[in-house]
């Protein structure tokens, strides 16, 4: 059995380490036709894969993960004078020299990577939308661009399912201090969105954008043996540990835990290992609801009841794991997927329709 499990795992190792392979033509490509066209256009550049620079990563091929050499190497080797650089992204290579990739938005990632090896001035992400927004497009159309928000900000947003942003491609900014700039390669001359550590004018408490992740699970176990017991939640959670289980959001009782996973999980097996411990309920079909603006938990009571009496007045009873305090910035809950998107749309039209807005503003944000 042994020796079965070790081939099993060693051929899992070998498809994830082929798929990496396989996915690194396109960024390898996209650099030498780039590249190739400047120079036709009479810019002289130059491509190179970024392991080629420096970029170094663990072994956990299709999700690696950076190494702190790789800010060393891009320093010490990463030197031009007489072109410009075109770099892949998204893609690296291990100590032992396989290629790796850094998963979704690993692009983005690399750039902040090199932009803060490099101690930029500004980090500028090129995408297909014009800057951060008020909220996912895709689901309220009219909302709007927002100019300028903090670093933590945009990882709330980034983390609780903003797509124009994954959340560690900030994290390499945040260190430095570097400007990250958000802009549109279909409207250049947009200034979009540029996200700072802190500025002057911001109003603290005010909501500033609704983020939205979808097709998650809850998980809640209950168990009467959680009350007063010390180490009881450190055995709930080191199951998540073992399995490799992130959660995103957290609400606990006496003698209860809902926690919320991402919609892959494999929640038999988290269930088979969590009910030594506790009853275990698995739900999916919800989604996070987040409510973010700098500040917010210095007004948290106002904005919840602004939040709460909108979902009320629009006819939504059942919200679940109401999460509020853990972050200086958010107010989060779960509610069922069917809903979301609606919810989304009044709480647009609550914070930041023509009319509410100076209502919610004046009530609820100030």
């Given amino acids: 059995l042994a020796r079965s499990l070790f081939y099993i795992t060693e051929s899992l190792r070998l498809s994830k380490r082929m798929q990496d392979n ?52 891009l320093r010490k080797g990463f030197i031009f ?27 983005d990632y690399s750039a902040s990577i090199l932009g803060a090896a490099l101690d930029a001035v500004e980090i500028q992400i090129w995408t297909d939308v014009t800057g951060v927004k008020t909220a996912d497009p895709r689901i309220v159309p009219e909302a709007r661009t927002i100019e300028m928000m903090s670093f933590s900000e945009a990882s709330e947003l980034a983390y609780f399912g903003a797509k124009v942003l994954h959340p560690k491609t900030i994290l390499p900014a945040v260190a430095k201090n570097i400007p ?73 009782s006496e003698v209860s835990v809902s926690a919320t996973v991402e919609r892959n999980t494999d929640t038999d097996i988290l269930r088979f290992e969590l009910e030594k411990y506790a009853d275990v309920t698995v739900e999916d079909e919800k989604a996070i609801i987040c409510v973010i603006g700098d500040g917010l938990k210095s007004r948290s009571t106002e904005v919840a009841s602004g939040i709460f009496h909108c979902l009320a007045e629009s006819g939504i009873y059942r919200v679940e794991m109401i999460s509020q305090g853990a972050s200086e910035i958010n107010i989060t809950f779960v509610v069922d997927l069917k809903v979301a998107d609606n919810i989304v749309k009044k709480l647009h039209e609550q914070f930041f329709g023509d009319v509410s807005t100076l209502k919610m503003e004046e009530c609820a944000c100030h």
């Fill in 81 to 107: 004078h007489d072109h410009i650089p075109v770099v892949t992204g998204f893609i690296a290579k291990n100590l032992s020299g396989n290629l790796t990739t850094l998963g979704r938005g690993g692009s």
């Fill in 180 to 252: 990250v700039r958000v802009l549109n390669t279909y409207e250049p001359e947009n200034p979009g969105t540029l996200i700072v550590r802190e500025w002057k004018n911001i109003t603290p408490g005010k909501v500033r954008a609704i983020s939205c992740k979808k097709n998650i699970k809850t998980i809640s176990m209950t168990s009467s043996r959680m009350l007063n017991a010390f180490g009881f939640l450190e055995r709930l959670f080191s199951v998540f540990a073992r399995n490799n289980v992130v959660v995103d959001v957290i609400s606990t």
């Fill in 22 to 73: 396989i996915a690194s033509f396109g960024e390898r490509f996209s650099a030498r036709i780039v590249a190739a066209n400047l120079n036709r256009l009479g810019v002289n550049a130059k491509p190179y894969d970024s392991y080629d620079i420096g970029f170094v990563t663990d072994d956990n091929f299709t999700e690696a993960e950076i190494l702190p050499e790789t800010y060393l190497n």
